[in-house]
């Protein structure tokens, strides 16, 4: 199946700890995005990546660190983890270019990973 | 710059009324604009997107929006809800080519009475 998945889809952890996400997409898209969603639902760009490089990098703490080893993947690693990470992180990727009818810069998610700091 | 406002947090409606979930926005450029709709636990899905072609978008599950350029407006409209309608929607604009920067809105609650 195309689709943009991400692992783990929970991930329950103690304060301090080290922890990272994976999200890979078949897509063919070529720009990547972290997205983190509060208790109040509401979405933020964390970061953005386009061919492997930074595109986006929103003010987010640097204990948070992309890693995009190709095209096709945008890993998420989170250092010292506190209790405001608490969240749902989504990835998602796109097909960069003009707007039009094609389908250009529509946004495809992964299902989201919950992650709960305790 | 661009911005997104949802002018509701939360929609009541009763099944088989109209539903209307309303958004503003504003672009230096010219906006490519988008709905998404995201059930509870799940990911996010898109429901339709306006491109620069027809103003009037049709998009899944029989919702529409209308994009308004003298009123900065997108709204999402469908004739009769349904009780699976129950969502999160969430208006987005961005930049129709060059640099790309999703921006979303705060979304709108939609809760359907029987």
């Known amino acids: 199946d195309t689709a943009v998945s991400q692992t783990p889809k929970y991930l329950v952890t103690q304060m301090g700890n080290d922890k990272s996400i994976k999200c890979e997409q078949n897509l063919g898209h070529d720009t990547m995005y972290w997205y983190k969603q509060d208790s109040k639902k509401f979405l933020k760009i964390m970061f953005s990546y386009n061919n492997k490089e930074l595109i986006i990098n929103e003010t987010v703490p640097n204990r948070f660190s992309p890693k995009s080893p190709d095209k096709a993947h945008l890993n998420l690693h989170i250092n010292s983890l506190e209790l405001g990470d608490s969240a749902v992180y989504f990835c998602?990727?796109?097909?960069?270019?003009?707007?039009?009818?094609?389908?250009?810069?529509?946004?495809?998610f992964g299902a989201g990973s919950r992650l709960t700091v305790l | 710059a661009q911005s997104v406002t949802q002018l509701d947090s939360h929609v009541s409606v009763s099944e088989g009324t109209p539903v209307l979930l309303r958004c503003n926005y504003s672009s230096s450029y010219s906006p490519s604009l988008f709905w998404y709709v995201q059930h509870p636990n799940k990911g996010l899905q898109l429901l339709l997107k306006?491109?620069?072609?027809?103003?009037l978008v049709k998009g899944i599950n029989g919702f529409e929006a209308e994009f308004k350029k003298s009123e900065t407006s997108f709204h999402l409209t469908k004739p009769s809800a349904h009780m699976s309608d129950a969502a999160e929607y969430f208006c987005v604009v961005s930049a129709s080519g060059g640099s790309y920067i999703p921006t979303f809105g705060r979304g709108t609650s939609l809760i359907v009475h029987p």
């Open positions: 998602a990727s796109s097909r960069t270019g003009g707007g039009g009818l094609s389908g250009a810069n529509v946004l495809t």
């Open positions: 306006y491109t620069s072609a027809a103003t």
